[in-house]
């Protein structure tokens, strides 16, 4: 039996987990976040990284600690389990997370270059049906993966993207702009929000299964090393993800005067590329988006396709869900950015919290050793709560309930979640201990 990785192995493993997590809007948050802090942006980005990369390596670890999420999340409880993994893949997945991916190189990169009168939706149909396709053939051999993201399309786009970056270094473009009104009154809770938009603690409970069974397909089968690699790759992956971030967040900042007005972050890039390398900066652009949207939609559909495949026991096989994952993103991804992103934001708000409560009470459990009560009680009061924020988002509210939540203290910062989920764990935790639960192993 193999105890170890290679060097190269275990780079490429990496690699391929930074590309997982890297899609389109990686690439849009962190310059519109230097844009909008400005002389901020360095306290801000820290704050972000806690939830743009270092919950997403929790996560990661915390799947590889219990051997997938469906054995993470039945610490709650079956159903819990059931509903919250399944959630959890289709909204990262066909639901959301997919289509976004297909959707985002297109209308934020190559539009911007297309002439005025062309048929954008025709363009759109053909862009996308291309890049589905290209995702397909990826993901129909799980085993090749390490082989195909790790070694050729992510290191590729890390190349494509130091590129740009030095190249608006040397430059010398240095004009930021003053700290938008949101970063001056709380610069740290708003780069902490500013990191659930890019799903990736979520997607990294998806993606922990994906990278121990990558880890596995060198013949590594021993529980103990594959958990060791996975904590470490998390770590380099999370190390390179928050360098990538920092780049990016400094064009966002230095381009500020620049790019004053711009709605998003594709925009910034737009312009810098096209004020640093002219006509080459959208080939080079399109390039760096559609790399990037790519290795997370492999990832993605992958990652679903696998759950459900199990899910079913293999009634309805691998290779069909990857058929079924593809051809419904590909559908969704063509009514547009604007929908797909209106429904994001309220799912975000409600499933983000679930999952850091989760992902949190995994990583110290072996230390506290929580029971089944405080499981249950915590995760549900929490998720109540997240719901009803993430319906308040949406503009829809619960009779009572929502008017007593806006009370909580942090709601209007959007963690209105974190005091009544950590009160409830001490409280349940008390109790198990005078009544002598047994702990959940």
């Given at each position: 039996m193999k105890k170890s990785l290679s060097r190269n192995q275990f780079l490429s493993v990496s690699i391929m987990l930074f590309g997982l997590f890297f899609g389109a809007g990686n690439l849009i948050f962190p310059p519109m976040l230097g844009h909008q802090a400005g002389n901020l942006t360095f306290v801000s980005l820290l704050f972000f990284a806690v939830t743009a990369v270092v919950f997403p390596v929790l996560a990661v670890i915390s799947v590889a600690k219990t051997s997938g999420l469906t054995n993470l999340a039945n610490r709650v409880g079956p159903l819990f389990s059931l509903v919250f993994t399944s959630l959890i893949y289709l909204s990262i997945g066909p639901?959301?997370?997919?289509?976004?991916?297909?959707?985002?190189?297109?209308?934020?990169?190559?539009?911007?270059?297309?002439?005025?009168?062309?048929?954008?939706?025709?363009?759109?149909?053909?862009?996308?049906?291309?890049?589905?396709?290209?995702?397909?053939?990826?993901?129909?051999?799980?085993?090749?993966?390490?082989?195909?993201?790790?070694?050729?399309?992510?290191?590729?786009?890390?190349?494509?993207?130091?590129?740009?970056?030095?190249?608006?270094?040397?430059?010398?473009?240095?004009?930021?702009?003053?700290?938008?009104?949101?970063?001056?009154?709380?610069?740290?809770?708003?780069?902490?929000?500013?990191?659930?938009?890019?799903?990736?603690?979520?997607?990294?409970?998806?993606?922990?299964?994906?990278?121990?069974?990558?880890?596995?397909?060198?013949?590594?089968?021993?529980?103990?090393?594959?958990?060791?690699?996975?904590?470490?790759?998390?770590?380099?992956?999370?190390?390179?993800?928050?360098?990538?971030?920092?780049?990016?967040?400094?064009?966002?900042?230095?381009?500020?005067?620049?790019?004053?007005?711009?709605?998003?972050?594709?925009?910034?890039?737009?312009?810098?590329?096209?004020?640093?390398?002219?006509?080459?900066?959208?080939?080079?652009?399109?390039?760096?988006?559609?790399?990037?949207?790519?290795?997370?939609?492999?990832g993605l559909i992958t990652s679903g396709s696998e759950y459900f495949a199990k899910l079913t026991n293999n009634k309805i096989s691998y290779k069909k869900w990857t058929v079924f994952f593809t051809v419904f993103s590909f559908v969704v991804a063509n009514f547009g950015l604007n929908t797909i992103l209106a429904v994001s934001v309220p799912v975000l708000v409600s499933i983000y919290p679930v999952s850091l409560t989760l992902i949190l009470l995994t990583l110290v459990h072996d230390k506290l050793g929580f029971s089944k009560l405080a499981y249950k009680a915590t995760i549900y009061v929490v998720s109540v709560i997240a719901v009803v924020e993430g319906l308040l988002v949406a503009k829809i509210e619960v009779p009572g309930l929502t008017a007593l939540i806006k009370q909580l203290p942090l709601f209007g910062q959007s963690l209105g979640w974190l005091l009544p989920g950590f009160v409830v764990l001490i409280v349940t935790m008390v109790v198990s201990k005078l009544l002598k639960l047994e702990k959940v192993k």
């Open positions: 639901g959301l997370g997919i289509p976004r991916a297909g959707s985002l190189p297109f209308e934020m990169a190559v539009q911007q270059y297309l002439p005025e009168g062309v048929n954008v939706f025709s363009l759109r149909l053909l862009y996308t049906l291309f890049f589905f396709l290209s995702a397909f053939l990826i993901s129909l051999n799980p085993s090749k993966l390490v082989n195909r993201v790790g070694k050729v399309l992510t290191p590729t786009l890390l190349v494509l993207i130091l590129f740009m970056f030095v190249g608006v270094v040397a430059s010398g473009i240095n004009a930021p702009s003053q700290p938008v009104e949101a970063y001056v009154t709380n610069a740290p809770v708003k780069g902490f929000l500013e990191g659930y938009n890019t799903m990736d603690a979520i997607a990294g409970l998806n993606f922990g299964l994906v990278i121990a069974l990558a880890i596995k397909s060198f013949h590594v089968k021993d529980e103990k090393h594959v958990m060791g690699y996975t904590v470490k790759a998390g770590f380099l992956a999370g190390t390179v993800l928050f360098v990538i971030y920092a780049m990016l967040s400094y064009v966002g900042m230095v381009t500020g005067q620049m790019t004053a007005g711009a709605e998003n972050g594709a925009q910034i890039l737009v312009a810098t590329v096209n004020k640093v390398f002219g006509n080459f900066g959208g080939v080079l652009l399109v390039s760096i988006f559609t790399l990037a949207c790519l290795t997370t939609c492999v």
